[in-house]
C-alpha cells in the first residue's frame, strides 16, 4: 500500500513539470464580455404565469445569431435602487436554455422580485446583464399581478373604520416589505402602543373609548431597514343607543344591516322571543365580532341569498332558524360564510339549494357555516343542502353541517340529506392548498389541518352524481372524496357515527359504457372518503388523519362506469391516503355494519374497514360486500380491499359477507383481497370468520386470509407461531382447508400462520 503511494506521488510530480516545460493548454477564464450581444428586452408573460407563478420571455435574436448557447435568468427580493447598486444583493439563478421560462419554485404568491437576463457564450463568457423594465425605470414583478414601479417607501392608503370601541386600520403592501410596524395612541396620550413583526396588512384595536381621536401609524420593514411612518388619525363613533335586547323581526333586521359592524368584542345582543320574518327581506351583516345568544329562541320565516353574517369572529349560539335559502355567493352557510369565532347550539331548518347552469368558480355551500377556522359545538343541521349543475362543475365543497373546516368541532349531528349532482367536471379547483375535484361529505365536506371532530354523527343521506362523466374528458380527475361524516380529511376523527346511506353515481351517458381514457377515481368512506388530498407531503400538517372509535352503519352503493384505475369503498374509510409507507393515516377501534356493493363498469377495491389501507387495529367488519361490476380487475375484502406499505394491521376482526358476482381478478379476500408487493410483517392477532360467495371460481385470486399476492420478489409474513390467524367460515358452502387459505396464484416467499378453527 505505501509503495503505491509513492508510484502515485512520482507520476503527479512529473505531470507537473510536463506542464511548467510545454503549456500545452491554456486555460479560458470566460466572464464578462461586453461586446457580446446581451438580450434585447425580457418580458412578463401574463399568460402563462399564475397566482402562484411568474412566466418571461425575451428577445435573444442578436445574441442567437452570435453564438450564444443559453440564458441565466436571475430574481431578487433585495430592493434595489437602480441598476448598478446592486453589489452584495442575493439573486436566485436560473439555467434557462430556451428563450422562455415559467418560475414556480422559490418564489411566493403576493411578493415582489426584481428580474434579469444574460446570454452565455463558448468558453464560460456572457453578456452585460438585462433588465426588466427601461433604460429609466427598473420594474419588479408582483407574482399573481405582473411587473410594476416597486418602491420601498412608506405604506400608501393607511384607512381605518371606526366603531364605538374599537377601528380597524388598513394600508397598501409596500413592495420587498416582510414586516410592518403599526403604533396607536390616544391623540392625548404621549406613549404608542407598539405591535411589531406584522406579515399582514391590517390590524384591529379593540377596547378604545367611544367618542374619542386616537392617533395611528405604520412603517415598513426588511432586514435592518425601515421606511418612514405613514400617519393618520382616527374617532371612534359615539354609542349607537341601540338596545340589544332584541324582541321583534324589525329589530332583528336593524341589527343584522347596522348595529352587527358596530358591535365591540364581546358586545352580547339576546333575542327575547321567537322572531317571524315572513316576506322580509334579509340585509346579511358584513361582519359581526359580538355575541348573538338566541336563548333557545327561532327565527322564522328565513328567505336568504347570503348567510346571516359574512364573516363572523364573534359568537352565535342557543338558536333555531327556519326557511329557505338559494345562494348567490360562493361560499355559504345560513349562519355564516366564514367564522373564525364560534357556533354554539344552533339548529339549522333552513334548506339550501344552489343551483346554476354550470358552475364555473369553486363553491363551499353548507347548512351553518360556508368555511370555518373556529370552534363548531352542540350543531344541528336538520334541513336538506342541495348543489345542482346542470352542466358541467370544478371543485367544490358541500355538506351537512360546514363545507371547509379548519378547526375543532364536538357534538354536532346533521340529519339533512346533502347532495351534488352535475353532468361532468371541467377542472380542478384550490381550495384549503389542495387541487380538489367536488366534494361531499354529511357533517363536512373539506376539513383541512387544523380540523379535528369527535363525537359527531350524520343521519342525512349523501348523494353524489355525475350523469356523463365521460364528456369533455381530456385528462385524469383525481380524486373525488365522499364520506358520510367527513369527505376529505385531514386531522383526528373521533367517536363519530354515520348512519345514512351514501350513493355514488358516476355514469357514462350511456349507462354502463366504460371510461378507459382517463382516471375518474372516487373514494368513498363510512366515515371519511380519505385523506389523500392532504398527504401530498411525508411531513407536517397534511400528514395527521386518524381515525379512532368510529361506526359505520350507513349503506354505501357505489355505481361508477371509470374502468381505467381503481376507486376505493371502505366502511369507514375509502382510501387514507397514498401508497407510501408513513401516511401518517390510522384507523383504531372502528366498526363497519352497513352493507356496501359497487356495481357498473368500474375497477375498484372495496373493503369493510378501508378500500386501500393504512394502520388498521382493534377494528371489526360485520357488513355485506357485495361486488357486481363488469371489470374482472377488482378486490374485494372484509377487512381491506388493499393492503401494502408495510402498514400494521392488529387484532381486527373480518366477519360480514363477501359476494362476488364477477370474477374479481385481483383478490377476494376474508382478511384482504390484495396484498402489495412490498415486503412486511403483520395481521397479528386478527380473527377471520366470514362467509365468501363467489359466481365464479377463481382459485388462483380467492382465500380466507388473502386472495392474491400481488408479487413475490417482496417477502410478507401474515400472523405469526405464537400468535396466528383463527380461520372459520365459508366459501362457497365449504369449511376452510389448506388449500383455500390463500389463492393460488404468487403464494411462494410469503408465509401466513394460521390455524383453522
Known amino acids: 500500500m505505501k509503495t503505491s503511494k509513492i508510484f502515485i506521488l512520482a507520476l503527479g510530480i512529473a505531470a507537473l513539470v510536463a506542464c511548467k516545460q510545454e503549456n500545452p493548454y491554456k486555460f479560458n477564464p470566460g466572464g464578462l464580455d461586453a461586446s457580446k450581444p446581451a438580450v434585447a428586452s425580457i418580458a412578463y408573460d401574463a399568460a402563462a404565469s399564475g397566482p402562484a407563478k411568474a412566466a418571461f420571455t425575451w428577445d435573444a435574436e442578436q445574441a442567437l445569431a452570435a453564438g450564444a448557447t443559453s440564458f441565466t435568468l436571475e430574481l431578487t427580493d433585495d430592493i434595489l435602487v437602480d441598476y448598478v447598486k446592486n453589489n452584495g444583493t442575493t439573486w436566485s439563478v436560473i439555467y434557462a436554455p430556451e428563450t422562455s421560462y415559467v418560475v414556480s419554485k422559490g418564489i411566493s404568491a403576493g411578493k415582489f422580485y426584481y428580474v434579469r437576463i444574460r446570454a452565455n457564450y463558448d468558453g464560460y463568457y456572457y453578456s452585460n446583464w438585462t433588465y426588466l423594465g427601461t433604460a429609466d425605470t427598473i420594474l419588479a414583478v408582483l407574482v399573481g399581478t405582473g411587473p410594476m414601479v416597486a418602491n420601498f417607501g412608506a405604506p400608501a392608503n393607511l384607512t381605518a373604520v371606526p366603531t364605538e370601541t374599537s377601528f380597524k386600520a388598513s394600508w397598501d403592501a409596500v413592495p420587498f416589505a416582510e414586516t410592518y410596524t403599526f403604533e396607536y395612541k390616544a391623540k392625548s396620550a404621549e406613549e404608542w402602543s407598539v405591535i411589531d413583526n406584522m406579515k399582514v396588512t391590517e390590524y384591529e384595536v379593540n377596547g378604545l373609548v367611544g367618542e374619542t381621536v386616537y392617533d395611528y401609524r405604520v412603517k415598513a420593514n426588511k432586514g435592518g431597514v425601515s421606511t418612514e411612518y405613514t400617519e393618520a388619525t382616527v374617532t371612534t363613533l359615539a354609542p349607537s343607543g341601540f338596545d340589544p335586547h332584541i324582541g321583534n323581526g324589525d329589530a332583528f333586521l336593524a341589527f343584522l344591516a347596522e348595529e352587527s359592524g358596530l358591535a365591540a368584542v364581546g358586545a352580547e345582543y339576546t333575542l327575547e322571543a321567537d322572531i317571524d320574518l315572513s316576506g322580509k327581506t334579509v340585509v346579511p351583516a358584513a361582519s359581526f365580532k359580538g355575541v348573538l345568544n338566541g ?96 352542466g358541467a362543475a370544478v371543485g367544490l365543497g358541500v355538506a351537512g353541517v360546514a363545507a371547509l373546516l379548519t378547526g375543532p368541532a ?348
Open 295 to 390: 336563548k333557545g329562541h327561532s327565527i322564522k320565516g328565513l328567505s336568504l341569498t347570503a348567510p346571516l353574517f359574512t364573516t363572523l369572529s364573534g359568537s352565535v349560539k342557543n338558536l333555531v332558524l327556519e326557511g329557505t335559502a338559494s345562494p348567490e355567493v360562493p361560499v355559504f352557510g345560513v349562519v355564516a360564510g366564514d367564522c373564525s369565532g364560534s357556533i354554539e347550539g344552533v339548529t339549522n331548518n333552513v334548506a339550501v339549494t344552489y343551483s346554476a347552469a354550470a358552475i364555473a368558480e369553486p363553491i363551499l355551500v353548507a347548512g351553518i357555516v360556508g368555511q370555518c377556522s373556529g370552534e363548531l359545538v352542540n350543531c344541528f343541521n336538520e334541513a336538506a343542502v342541495s348543489v345542482v349543475s346542470s
Open 410 to 757: 364536538s357534538g354536532c349531528d346533521n340529519r339533512g340529506d346533502v347532495s351534488f349532482s352535475a353532468t361532468h367536471y371541467s377542472a380542478k379547483a384550490k381550495i384549503a392548498e389542495a387541487d380538489v375535484l367536488p366534494t361531499v361529505g354529511g357533517f363536512a365536506a373539506i376539513a383541512a389541518a387544523g380540523f379535528s371532530v369527535s363525537d359527531c354523527k350524520n343521519y342525512g343521506k349523501v348523494s353524489f352524481a355525475l350523469t356523463a362523466a365521460e364528456t369533455d374528458l381530456a385528462a385524469n380527475m383525481n380524486r373525488t372524496q365522499i364520506g358520510g361524516v367527513v369527505g376529505a380529511p385531514c386531522g383526528r376523527i373521533t367517536n363519530t357515527h354515520n348512519y345514512g346511506e351514501i350513493n355514488v353515481s358516476m355514469k357514462h351517458s350511456t349507462p354502463g359504457t366504460a371510461i378507459a381514457a382517463f382516471d375518474l377515481i372516487v373514494c368513498v368512506g363510512g366515515i371519511g372518503g380519505g385523506d389523500f388530498l392532504f398527504t401530498n407531503t411525508s411531513t407536517g400538517p397534511f400528514s395527521n388523519t386518524s381515525y379512532t372509535n368510529c361506526v359505520n352503519d350507513g349503506a354505501i352503493i357505489v355505481d361508477s362506469d371509470a374502468s381505467k384505475s381503481n376507486s376505493a369503498i371502505g366502511g369507514i374509510v375509502g382510501w387514507p391516503g397514498q401508497e407510501k409507507p408513513a401516511p401518517g393515516t390510522s384507523v383504531s377501534g372502528c366498526t363497519n355494519r352497513g352493507a356496501i356493493t359497487g356495481r357498473g363498469a368500474m375497477k375498484c377495491r372495496l373493503g369493510g374497514i378501508e378500500g386501500g389501507s393504512g394502520v388498521i387495529e382493534n377494528s371489526v367488519n360485520e357488513g355485506v360486500i357485495t361486488l357486481d361490476v363488469t371489470s374482472t380487475a377488482c378486490a374485494i375484502g372484509s377487512l381491506c380491499g388493499f393492503h401494502s406499505q408495510g402498514h400494521a394491521i392488529t387484532a381486527c376482526v373480518a366477519k360480514g359477507e363477501l359476494i362476488a358476482k364477477c370474477k374479481a381478478t385481483s383478490g377476494i379476500g376474508g382478511l384482504i383481497g390484495n396484498l402489495g408487493n412490498v415486503e412486511h410483517d403483520t395481521a397479528y392477532g386478527c380473527i377471520v370468520d366470514c362467509k365468501i360467495t363467489t359466481s365464479e371460481a377463481a382459485p388462483e385470486t380467492t382465500g380466507f386470509v388473502v386472495g392474491y399476492f400481488n408479487g413475490t420478489s417482496k417477502s410478507v409474513t401474515l400472523g405469526s407461531a405464537a400468535d396466528p390467524i383463527q380461520v372459520s367460515g365459508s366459501l362457497n358452502g365449504a369449511a376452510p382447508t389448506d388449500a383455500t387459505i390463500c389463492g393460488t396464484k404468487n403464494p411462494d416467499n410469503h408465509t401466513i400462520n394460521y390455524v383453522i378453527k
